[in-house]
């Protein structure tokens, strides 16, 4: 069995509930193909400038999170941090995971009790409903060239 880094991944055996991404059976199959497509344009813009191959979930959590809720179904839940921002992650039932929790190096963070985050709030932003749509266009696309 392949080992992941992010959190929950020991566990996130959730199945989805949609058949629109041909290939993602798992949260861990999800981080797979977001290897490919995870990129600086992506990424929030308050930490673009610190994107890098080398850390490519960065900035990039609530529009993963809203990506992985389309295939898999749940909750996004976020945990505040500095600035008023939130990290957001995944809950399905009793499964919990967090596909860009990389980002934060060695950094212990809490994933109970947090508040549930709606993508209406935060796709209000036009320019991070965007890059949940560039990201959902390019897994679509992997998906469909992975198929092929």
Known sequence: MKSYH???????????VSEEYPGIQSPAELYDALLHIWCAESCAPRLRGKWSPENPTLGQCSVTAFLAQD??????????????????????????????????????????????????????????RLRYEMLRSRLKAYCSAAAS
């Open 6 to 16: 992010f959190y929950g991944w020991e566990t996130a055996d959730a199945k989805p």
């Open 71 to 128: 295939i898999f179904g749940g909750k996004v839940y976020g945990i505040p941090r500095d600035g008023g921002n939130y990290h957001c992650y995944n809950v399905i039932g009793s499964i919990v995971f967090d596909l860009t929790s990389e980002q934060f190096g060695d950094e212990v963070l809490c994933y109970e009790q947090n508040p549930e985050q709606f993508r209406e709030i935060h796709f209000a932003k036009d320019e991070k």
